[in-house]
Each structure stands twice: as C-alpha cells, then as structure tokens.
C-alpha cells in the first residue's frame, strides 16, 4: 500500500467512526488527531486495530504514542515503515 | 498502627524495610528502595525550607507520575505542608487557576511546561517558586534538580515536621459547578483513618504489589499511595501513556505479578476488552477493586470469569470522604443479573445515615440523601466557607457531610446508589459538573447558547452538548472537539455535539433541559 493509500483509508475511517456529519476538507493531513482531542484513547486504541487489519500489520504496544499516530501523514508514514518493502 | 502524620508511613517502613523496593516506574522499570526513597524526599525537605516552605503552605505538583513525584510529594509532607496536585496535561490556564487558588509557595513542574505555567500565572498576578525538573536530563530529574541547586547547601535542619493530624495535608481539585475547580482541603486524620481501614481490609503485608493506576490528582491516589508504604510493600507506578494502553497494562499485571490492582471500572473494562487480559492464566492478584462509576454488570462478569481467584470490592466515596462504604461481589453472578450491585456498606471508620432535604432521617427502603461523618470528612472547600457549610448538614449527632448522591438503603445496611440530585456527573471515575462544561463553551466566540446532558448507557455515562451558534451554522466537529481539548481536561470531552437553531425552553425562559433529555 503507498502513503496516498493509507492516508485516505485513515482519513475515511476517522470521518465515519469519529467525525459524523465532518466536511471532509477539514479534516487534512496534518490536522492533530491526538493533541487536538479528536481521538481519545479508546479511539485511538479503535483506529490501531482497524489499521491493524486492513494494512495487514502489527502495531506492538510500545509504539502507541503520539509520534507515531498524531496525524494523517504520521500515521501514514508510520504505517508505510511497518510494511514489508517490496 | 496509626500515626499522627502521613509521611510518618513511609519513615516507618524506611526503617523496617530499607533494601525493599518501595517503587517501580512501571513504564521504564526503574524502581528505588524505602530507604533511598525516604532520602530522596529529605531532600526535598530541605530544599523546600531553604527556599522559604513553612509548615501550612501549599506546594503544587505538576509532573508526570513518577519516583519524582512521589519523592516530591513526601517532601512536601515532611515540610509540613499540603501537596495539591494538577493533571500536567490538563489546559496551563485551568491549572494556573488552582495554584493561584490556594496560593501555593513553590511548583515541582516538568519543565518543558514551566514557562506557559508561569505565563498563565503571571496574568493572575501570581508568582509562586517554579522547580523545574527536567527530563531530557535523564532518568533522575529530581536528583539531578537537587543536585544542581543545593551544591554545598547545608541543611536549615534535618527534621522532618510533625503536623498534628488536624493540619491539611493535601488538596484536591475537583469539578465546580461554577465553572471553577473547587478544592477539597483534606487533612492527616483524613488520609490515615482511610488508610487504617484499607490496612484492616486488605491485611497488606511486604510481599505485596500494587498498581497505582490512578493519577495523584485523583482520590484514588490515597489508597495507591500510602496503603503500600505503609507496609512495606511495592507500589508500581503506571503513567498517564501507560495507563491508556491496555496490552502493556495487561503485560504488567502479569508479569510483575501484582497483587492488588485499583482502578476506574473503565479501565478494568478496558483491560479486558483490549488488552488480551484474557490469555494470561497466570495472575497473582489477590484484589481488584474499584471506584468512582457504576461497573457495568457486563463487563464485571467477564473480568470474574478471566480472573476468577481475586476478591472483587465495589468502594464508594466522593472526594470530600474519599471511600466511606463499600461491597464485596460475590463469589457468583447471577446470569440473568443486570442491576448494577449496590454501594454497599459503611466501612468501619466512619457514621452514614440516609436524610431528607431538612435533615431528617429517611425511613429504611425509601430514597434519601447519603449523609456521612468520622475522621475521613473533608474540613471544607478551600476558601469557599459558604459552599462547605451549604455542604455540611450539623446536628446534635455530629457534622454530617452531604454527598449529593440519592441512595436507598436496605437489609442490613446495604446501600444502593440511585442517583445524584444535582447536575454533577461521573464518567470514567472523573466527576464532572456539566456546568463547567458549558461555562467552557461559552467562550467560544462562535457559540450563542449551550446545555450539556448526560445520558447513562449500558457501556457508561456519556455526554452530550446541545448548542446554537451565532451565526445559525453549525461548527466543524473538529473546531468544538479542538476548542474543547484546549479549554478542558480531556476527561471532561463531550462525547457528541448537537447542533441546534435554538436550545428549547421553559416557560420561564430557561432552558429546557428535560426536553433535552428526551431529544435524541
């Protein structure tokens, strides 16, 4: 999966689980997902397994910090350094 | 064995334990012994007198959990002072308030936030000490801080105070209806006699472990802290990052094999719905107890099948009593049992009666006001003297405190919590005045009218926020929930947002809120 993958299928799934009824545009890449209170914990912990499954990854519990999950283009950079290379 | 003071616990124990472990820093498995842990917070001590500390002053905590803040917070004990400690990463201004509140002397803040606290507290016109302790100095801030500023200081004396038990040990902040925190001024007397009753309780001895899940701020810290010091125990001490990730909590649980595990039923539901609590046959946990929310009978059944040995003890208690009844689950729930179990009975320490709105006692089996007395009764809120004795029912039978909570009582003293009869919430443990929630809101420049409801819901209370905007347009979610993230602690986060042209109303024009109750 490339990072323009990843960043919609974020972006998707944060909008329907999390922000019902968001125009998508404000939500961007950078929007602070964590800090910026859009994602509590039990979210956070929600949008993990889903990446989990749909990017076939394993997310250990050591890397569910902020760096690594408080924006879009983190999550898919983050996202991106667990895949196999090809 | 009671003691006159606090602190007195741990010097107790440095001298019959000091190669035990007294603390471990769950996240990065440092950990210190009773007797270095007792050195630490002499030090504390003496820097605190050095800079002008006396006894009856107020010290703030703002820093991450950690042996530094419960080094620290021992210090500021043994100076004979009151710790009142803040969420660090709760809003700089909210805490700012709070220190200028009670007019704390001196801040242990992390010091990556000590400059916006000190702009905050500068707009108050407050200038307490701020004793910065820096983490990117490594492991050891609190050793490396005292390091740097005591370099060839002599001790002013090497004693610590001796508070007698009626003296204010610590204050904690909680939810104000007003849209201010209030604080909880809470004494020696008070912390111990609870103490004594969880050592009765408990019957904790040194081999002992201990989770202290819950942050110093939060009167769950109470029994974390001093109920394990006392004897000679370990406590490990599980951070904010830590505390939210429920595998690695699960992994501690486990392999540290602790022994007692305190917490919000949230959590402990957390733990079982995300944290594979279930794969792991191998627990040593000899009591889960937990406070502060109605534990979903759905999940508590779970948690009982996964960790079946425990001993499973319902506590009840607002901040002002910290924990006055309690119930123990028994041994098998019923498949067909839904009702939540009851708050149980007064523990040993203190007097509970049920009242009406005049005072009177309300006959067994109809629904009144839980009134408590005894030794673990707040003094009062600080600096409000009107809204501790609205809180305070007095009679010729004693000083009753007034919890707010509608109870019913039944055979043999049981309690059984129906509800609140003001506009205060409990979600996750937290209480939260919804009204400081909208006092929130209204400072945003875009929102003309708000209500905040909560709702309780088979997975927990949740909380609703109806609003109109100045310009009849709906927000963006992300602008209210941002607002909301800047302008409140995260535990206080609504978990909708309504938008409405306008709120309904009385006929007396205020606004409707049993209408809203109704909206879905």
Not at chain 2, 77 to 103: E, T
Not at chain 2, 334 to 352: L, N, Q, T
Not at chain 2, 419 to 428: E, F, P, T
Not at chain 2, 430 to 443: D, K, N, S, V
Request: aromatic share 8%.
């Amino acid at each position: 999966m490339n990072a323009i993958q990843i960043r919609t299928m974020a972006r998707d799934f944060i909008l329907k689980e999390f922000l019902p009824g968001e125009r998508p545009e404000n939500l961007t890449d950078s929007t602070e997902l964590i800090t910026d209170g859009i994602l509590d914990s039990l979210a956070t912990l929600k949008l993990v397994a889903y990446l989990e499954k749909s990017c076939g990854i394993e997310i250990a519990p050591d890397e569910l910090v902020p760096e690594n999950l408080n924006s879009i283009a983190q999550i898919a950079n983050f996202v991106q350094s667990k895949q196999p290379s090809t | 064995m009671t003691v006159a003071a606090l602190h007195e616990y741990l010097e107790q124990s440095a001298r019959r334990y000091p190669q035990t472990c007294a603390a471990v820093e769950a996240s990065s498995g440092r950990q210190i012994t009773y007797c270095e842990l007792d050195a630490l917070s002499d030090q504390v001590r003496d820097h605190l007198r050095r800079i002008g500390v006396r006894p009856a002053d107020r010290v703030g905590i703002c820093l991450p959990k950690s042996i530094a803040s419960l080094a620290v917070l021992f210090g500021i004990l043994k100076v004979g002072a009151a710790y009142v400690p803040v969420d660090s990463l709760a809003p700089p201004a909210r805490n700012a308030f709070i220190f200028n509140d009670c007019g704390v002397r001196a801040i242990f803040v992390e010091a990556s936030r000590a400059e916006t606290l000190r702009c905050e507290l500068a707009r108050l016109a407050a200038e307490p000490c701020l004793l910065p302790l820096d983490w990117s100095d490594g492991p050891s801030p609190l050793a490396t801080y005292l390091a740097r500023v005591e370099a060839g200081g002599l001790a002013v004396e090497d004693e610590s105070a001796r508070p007698g038990p009626d003296n204010l040990a610590y204050v904690l902040y909680t939810s104000g209806s007003t849209g201010q925190p209030k604080g909880v001024m809470l004494t020696h007397r008070n912390g111990s006699s609870y103490v004594d009753w969880c050592s009765d309780i408990l019957a904790p001895d040194e081999n002992d472990r201990f989770s202290s899940h819950a942050p110093f701020h939060f009167d769950l810290s109470i029994l974390d802290i001093f109920v394990p010091l006392k004897h000679g125990a370990t406590v490990f001490l599980i951070g904010e990052e830590l505390g939210k990730n429920p595998t690695r909590m699960a992994s501690v649980i486990a392999e540290r094999r602790l022994t007692v595990w305190y917490s919000t039923p949230s959590v402990l539901t957390l733990l079982v719905e995300h944290g594979s609590l279930d794969a792991r046959d191998d627990h040593a946990l000899r009591f889960i107890l937990f406070a502060g929310e109605v534990f979903p009978v759905k999940h508590l059944r779970r948690l009982k099948a996964v960790v079946p040995r425990a001993r499973y003890l319902n506590l009840y208690g607002p901040t002002e009593t910290n924990v006055c009844t309690y119930y123990e689950i028994p041994q098998t729930i019923a498949e067909d049992r839904s009702a939540p179990f009851p708050i149980g009975r007064a523990c040993s320490h203190v007097k509970a009666r049920v009242i009406d709105p005049n005072g009177r006692n309300v006959p067994r089996g109809q629904e009144g006001e839980l009134a408590i007395s005894g030794a673990p009764v707040m003094l009062g809120y600080w600096n409000m003297p009107e809204r501790t004795s609205a809180a305070f029912h007095v009679d010729s039978s004693g000083r009753w405190y007034r919890t707010g909570d509608v109870v019913i009582e039944g055979d043999g003293g049981v309690y059984t919590f129906r509800g609140r009869r003001d506009r205060m919430v409990k979600r996750r443990g937290y209480r939260i005045e919804l009204g400081e929630i909208e006092t929130a809101l209204y400072r945003h420049p875009a929102i003309s009218e708000v209500a905040a409801i909560a709702r309780s819901e088979e997975s927990g209370v949740s909380i609703k926020v109806f609003y109109a905007s100045r310009d009849g347009h709906a927000l963006s979610l992300i602008e209210l929930k941002r607002f909301c993230a800047h302008n409140l602690p995260a535990y206080m986060a609504p978990d909708w947002f309504s938008h409405q042209q306008l709120l309904p109303k009385t006929s007396t024009d205020k606004i409707d809120y049993q209408h809203l109750m109704r909206m879905e």
